[in-house]
Structures are given as structure tokens and as C-alpha cells.
């Protein structure tokens, strides 16, 4: 769609220089997916402390006696707390840089997991789960940022999915955790699970040094010699180093320093349609990604799986891995597909195919519950619903859940990167706190059924935004985007 104009622009200047050796174009530079992987391991850390409840919260209940309600509360208040997270760490970002907002995080990441191991009590609890939502919120916002800006457009969608392959990763660890030591005793098993996510931020904090800075931030702080030298390291070719460096320069030379003031830069952001609208697509697309559901099945798999029919907490627990590995594995899909087949594709296929798992998950709950027992009776009708639910997966997993923060990610100018994302990150997590906070109580005032129906519903609502309002933007730079939405 969009792209193709600009493709047939630019085929003459690729071609001139050295049309007689095109392999050298053709070759991409692996040093930037290094750079992106280990600065998106802290991604694990996000997977692993947001969903570590799921298997956890039963041993929890069993050793303190925690309700039904105070279980809701902690599983989704880190997302609530992230959001403190989410809105500083554009501040930070832009200020300390993108490197040490990610050692940041993975030092908050140190120390909430320990406060969880080691409470005694509900309040101690929430604070260990402060804690972690503010390393949460920071990693949702510099990650993807930082592996956007420094990738060459020819791996941006790959690169950019990164962090979400590693924050499902991260969630299919918990489950394994949640399965590893349900073995202990109640009030040892949910402690190990909390303490066993305190170790690997030692290591990822000094991995994270090792990287080179962000060359859009360098640029942004006047420092044009060391961004030079990243983009020389980080660029398919020595000529897509400096095209990419003059994009930048004349980026922020157009008034997106980033060392100004944010009330100016938001000042303009109200007074330009372009801005707005970038602004208002990035919301709608998080606000889908979470109201859709997912995060029921991430924190609840096994109520689910319970009213499906599963009774022990060991067939629960592994049968929840199945949910976390479908999840894992399916991004991998989007990393394959998103820099060929482009975001646009990727985000219809995955939202319509969404709607259609849901509903299917509904009718057979209310198939199973209009015959006398929730899905308890029928052993085909119980794997039937676990099907369904894992096909739900996949399909987020291999369109929206990714596809958010890669759009979202490229589409924002760069004067507003660091705070638009932050704002995104802030309605991604609300909506996921939403989710998890009242799944328990949605399910018993209007039945299982009842839940999926309306997360169907809204998975076809997002279908139909992605298809009127989504423009393809594979293959454009990060500059080229301005263009492309009116932003500069």
C-alpha cells in the first residue's frame, strides 16, 4: 500500500551507486538484533513478574489466606503501578538515555521479586509489587524504543518484536516455575517462585553496559560523532549509515531536539491534526491489545482450565505451560512474517481469528453449562475448550501482541517518541489492570460464557479499526514515517 511509492523512489539511488553488485545490499547486519536481544532480556523479567501469579496465587491463598478479591488485586495492581514506570520513563529516557533507563529497570527488577519473597503479609505484598510495576512500566516503554531506533529499516519489525517474544518467554518461565516447586511446602513453593526472578537482573544490568547508545538520543544531545560511529555499526551498508544520519539531523534540526522542554513539544502535539491522529491510533491500538483479553488467560489459565473440567492442581499447572509455550512460539510467526508480509496483514489476520477462537470458547462454555455442569460432563467438550483458548493465543500472539508496540513504536515522531510511547504504555497497562482486576468478578456475574462473548466482541471491534484506520508502513524509516502520517 503505502510503501510501494516510495519503494519506486528510492529504486534509482539504491541502484546507481553499485547496480553490478547488488549482494552487498542484500546482506543484513547482525550487530543490531545482538544489541536489541539483550537490551529486550529485561522483557523476561516483565513476562515472569506479571504472570508469576498465576500458578503462585494458589500456594498464596493456602499460606496467608488471601481472598478471592485481594488475589485480583495483586495480580493486576502491578499494572497499575507500572504506570508510574511507563510515564517516567520517557523523562528518563530522554534525559539519561536509553542504555541506563534499561539498567534502571533491571535494578527495580532486583528488588521487588526479593520484598515478595520475603513478606509476611498483604501489605508487604503490595509493596514488593510496587516495586515491580515500576520496573514493569519502564521496560514496556525502552524496550521496543530502543530496538527500534537502533535498527535498520530492513529489520525494524523484526528487531522490534523482540521484546515480545522475550516477555512471553519470561511468561512460559513462570509457569514452569509455578510447576517446578509446587512440590515444596505451601509457604515456601510461591516464595522460591518470586525469589527465582531475582537473579538474572544481576547479570542482564552489566549486560546492558556493554551496548552502544541509542544514535537517534545522541543526535538529540548533540553528540552527531558517536551516533556516526553506532549507525556505521549498526547499518546494513556504510551508505544506509549516513542516509539514516541525515534523516535524523534533519529531524531534529525540524524542532524534535528532545532537550527542550515537554510542554512545548505537547503544546505542538495539540496543535498539529498529524500528531493528534498518531497519537489517537497508538492509544486505540493498546487500548485493544488488552481489552481484548488476553491477560485472563495469562493470569487465570488455571480457573479456566478448572471450569473446563482439569481437577488437580499438577494436571492445572502443566497444562497452563501449554497456554505459555503457544504463546512463546507464536511471536516467533510475527518476527518471520512482520518485515515481509508487513504489520497491516499480520494485525487483520490476528484480530479476526481472535474474534472467531473467543466466540467458539464461549458457545462451548455455554454449550457445557446449559447441559448441567460447567464443562465438567464432556471430556471432548473440555479438550474442545482448551483448543479453542490455545488457537486464541496464537492468534494474539502472532498479530496484536507484538504488532502493538511495533507500530506503535515507529509511527510516533521522534520529539514525542519517548513520552508518546510512555502514554501508550500507560493505556496498555490500565486496560491490562482492568482485565485482570475483574476477571473473577466477571465470570460469576455473567458466567464464563459471558466473558468470552464480550472479549470476542471486542476483538472484532478491533478488527474493524485496524482495517479503516491502520496504513501499511513496512519498509519506511523512522524519519520517512513524519511524511507519511503529516507529523513533521
Not at 497499575?80 to 527495580?108: C, E, H, P, Q
Request: proline share 5%; charged share 15%.
Amino acid at each position: 500500500m503505502a510503501h510501494q511509492p516510495r519503494a519506486a523512489a528510492e529504486a534509482p539511488l539504491l541502484a546507481k551507486p553499485d547496480a553490478a553488485v547488488p549482494a552487498p545490499a542484500a546482506k543484513r547486519n547482525k550487530y543490531p538484533f545482538f544489541c536489541a536481544a539483550l537490551a529486550s532480556m529485561t522483557s523476561v523479567l516483565t513476562g515472569y513478574n506479571v504472570a508469576v501469579m498465576s500458578g503462585a496465587q494458589i500456594f498464596m491463598a493456602e499460606d496467608l489466606g488471601i481472598s478471592d478479591a485481594q488475589v485480583e488485586v495483586l495480580s493486576g495492581v502491578i499494572n497499575l503501578y507500572s504506570l508510574a514506570g511507563a510515564l517516567l520513563a520517557g523523562w528518563t529516557s530522554d534525559r539519561l538515555g536509553r542504555r541506563l533507563t534499561i539498567v534502571l529497570a533491571n535494578v527495580l527488577f532486583l528488588a521487588g521479586p526479593l520484598v515478595m519473597a520475603l513478606a509476611g503479609g498483604y501489605g508487604a505484598l503490595m509493596v514488593g509489587r510496587f516495586i515491580a510495576g515500576i520496573a514493569v512500566g519502564y521496560d514496556f516503554v525502552i524496550a521496543p524504543i530502543y530496538a527500534a531506533e537502533i535498527s535498520p529499516a530492513s529489520s525494524r519489525g523484526l528487531l522490534t518484536s523482540v521484546p515480545e517474544i522475550f516477555n512471553n518467554t519470561g511468561v512460559m518461565l513462570s509457569y514452569v516455575s509455578n510447576l517446578a516447586f509446587s512440590g515444596l511446602p505451601p509457604h515456601l513453593a510461591w516464595r522460591v517462585m518470586f525469589a527465582a526472578g531475582a537473579v538474572p537482573p544481576v547479570f542482564l544490568a552489566a549486560g546492558t553496559l556493554t551496548m552502544p547508545e541509542s544514535p537517534r538520543w545522541l543526535v538529540m544531545k548533540g553528540r552527531v560523532t558517536e551516533a556516526k560511529s553506532v549507525l556505521h555499526r549498526t547499518s546494513d551498508t556504510p551508505a544506509e549509515a549516513e542516509r539514516r544520519l541525515l534523516e535524523i539531523e534533519d529531524v531534529v534540526s525540524g524542532g524534535g531536539q528532545g532537550n527542550g522542554s515537554s510542554s512545548s513539544a505537547w503544546k505542538e502535539a495539540a496543535a498539529k491534526p498529524g500528531v493528534r491522529r498518531v497519537l489517537a491510533m497508538v492509544l486505540t491500538l493498546q487500548f485493544f491489545q488488552q481489552a481484548s483479553g488476553i491477560d485472563s488467560v495469562v493470569l487465570y489459565g488455571p480457573r479456566i482450565l478448572a471450569a473446563a473440567g482439569v481437577a488437580s492442581n499438577t494436571s492445572l499447572l502443566s497444562l497452563n505451560i501449554l497456554f505459555g509455550v503457544a504463546k512463546a512460539g507464536s511471536v516467533l510467526i510475527a518476527m518471520a512474517l512482520v518485515d515481509r508480509a508487513g504489520r497491516r496483514p499480520l494485525l487483520l489476520a490476528s484480530t479476526g481469528g481472535m474474534a472467531a477462537s473467543l466466540l467458539l470458547v464461549g458457545s462451548l462454555f455455554a454449550a457445557a453449562s446449559a447441559g448441567g455442569t460447567e464443562l465438567g460432563g464432556a471430556a471432548a467438550v473440555s479438550a474442545a475448550s482448551v483448543a479453542a483458548v490455545v488457537a486464541y493465543v496464537v492468534f494474539f500472539s502472532m498479530g496484536l501482541g507484538p504488532m502493538a508496540w511495533v507500530y506503535s513504536s515507529e509511527i510516533l515522531p521522534l520529539r514525542l517518541r519517548g513520552q508518546g510511547a510512555g502514554l501508550g504504555t500507560a493505556m496498555n497497562r490500565t486496560m491490562c489492570a482492568v482485565v485482570i482486576m475483574t476477571f473473577i468478578t466477571l465470570y460469576k456475574a455473567v458466567t464464563m460464557a459471558g466473558a468470552f462473548y464480550l472479549y470476542a466482541a471486542i476483538s472484532a471491534a478491533a478488527f474493524v479499526f485496524v482495517y479503516a484506520c491502520l496504513p501499511e508502513t513496512r519498509g519506511r524509516s523512522l524519519e520517512d514515517m513524519e511524511e507519511l502520517f503529516h507529523t513533521k
